[in-house]
C-alpha cells in the first residue's frame, strides 16, 4: 500500500457525499446542512483529543492519528474541497 490511498479513500468520500448509501460517512453528511459540518468538527475535536492521549501515553498514534486524519478529510470533502488544493498547498510551502 502507498500514497494513493489518501486519493482512494478521498474518492469513496466524495462518492459517499455525491450518492449517499447506508454507511457511516453518508450518514454523518446527510443531516442538514449545519448539523452535518458540527457533527464532523466535534468527531475531529474529539479524535484530536485522542491524538493528545495517545501520544502521551506512547500507545496507538498510529491508529488515533489516522482517525483524526480520516475525519479531517471527511471535512474537506463534505465542504466540497478539491483534494488537489490540499497537495497544492503542501507543496507552495516545501522548501
Ligand atoms: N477510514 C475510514 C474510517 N476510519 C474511521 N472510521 C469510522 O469512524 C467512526 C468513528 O470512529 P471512532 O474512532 O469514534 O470509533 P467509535 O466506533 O465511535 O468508537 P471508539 O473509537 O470511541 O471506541 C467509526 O464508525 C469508524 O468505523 C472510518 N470509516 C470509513 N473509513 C473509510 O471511508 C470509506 C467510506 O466509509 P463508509 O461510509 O463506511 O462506507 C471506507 O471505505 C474507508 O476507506
Known sequence: MNDKIIREVYEVLESRRDNPIDSYTSKIMQNSDKK?????????????????????????????SVDLIFHTLLLLAYKGIDLDDVFDEFARRRK
Open 36 to 64: 452535518a459540518e458540527d457533527k464532523i468538527l466535534e468527531k475531529i475535536a474529539e479524535e484530536a483529543g485522542e491524538v493528545l492521549i495517545a501520544s502521551k501515553n506512547d500507545e496507538n498514534l498510529v491508529y488515533e
